[in-house]
């Protein structure tokens, strides 16, 4: 059981663009904005897209986009494309000096 | 560019102990928090400890505390993770992340190191 909670798959069509949740409580994303996102093709290491709720690392396509409002973080992926296909992972910090992670949402280009 | 290149991963008995090591380079590895996240298989990710840079501050998930024990030695830029009192439900590929001070996300992560707990 994730502490943040996540669909467990989304998809679109190359071009279009999806949203993904992550919805939590008071006392992580809801208290907080200290949300990131997390980006990861299976067998390789994860990269981290998005950090503070809205803040893209350098190197990140402006393609990526966060946001919040109340308990749920979004994740925006503009103008899909194959290589978007991956696992996402939203992440928040928790009351308590913790950090927590969601369960993690499959995106299928189709 | 920044290296993560963890080790010390295997299969262990339920009961059993292992010390996973990260050697760090690319970056400024005294002046970085570094953390431990894990992945079971099939399954999510999940936070499981942090530690300050000049190992003041040092943080773990209840999943792991009291067996698990996180350090690290600035002079050879790496951070190690003791597991002890091994559990099945420890499985997982144990990652090694960045952390910068004072922040709230990971942004740098190695491949993992994968620790089985099977008898």
């Known amino acids: 059981h994730s502490a943040l909670t996540q669909p467990a798959s989304v998809s679109g069509a190359p071009g279009q663009s999806i949203t993904i949740s992550c919805t939590g409580t008071?006392?992580?994303?809801?208290?907080?904005?200290?949300v990131s996102w997390y980006q990861h093709h299976p067998g390789k290491a994860p990269k981290l897209m998005i950090y503070?709720?809205?803040q893209r690392p350098s190197g990140v396509s402006d393609r990526f986009s966060g946001s919040k409002s109340g308990y749920t973080a979004s994740l925006t992926i503009s103008g899909l494309q194959a290589e978007d296909e991956a696992d996402y992972y939203c992440?928040?910090?928790?009351?308590?000096?913790?950090?927590?992670f969601g369960g993690g949402t499959k995106l299928t280009v189709l | 560019e920044v290296q993560l290149v963890e080790s010390g991963g295997g299969l262990v008995q339920p009961g059993g102990s292992l010390r996973l090591s990260c050697a760090a380079s690319?970056?400024?590895?005294?002046?970085?928090?570094m953390a431990w996240v894990r992945q079971p298989p099939g399954k999510g990710l999940e936070w499981v400890s942090a530690?300050?840079?000049?190992?003041?501050?040092?943080y773990y998930a209840d999943s792991v505390k009291g067996r698990f024990t996180i350090s690290r030695d600035n002079s050879k830029s790496t951070l190690y993770l003791q597991i002890n009192s091994l559990r099945a439900e420890d499985t997982a590929l144990y990652y090694c992340?960045?952390?910068?001070?004072?922040?709230?996300?990971?942004?740098?992560w190695g491949q993992g190191t994968l620790v089985t707990g099977s008898s």
């Open positions: 503070d709720v809205s």
């Open positions: 992440s928040s910090y928790r009351i308590g000096i913790t950090w927590e």
């Open positions: 992340v960045t952390k910068p001070a004072g922040q709230n996300y990971f942004d740098y």
């Open positions: 008071s006392i992580d994303v809801g208290g907080y904005n200290y």
């Open positions: 690319g970056f400024a590895f005294n002046y970085y928090a």
């Open positions: 530690i300050s840079a000049g190992s003041e501050n040092i």
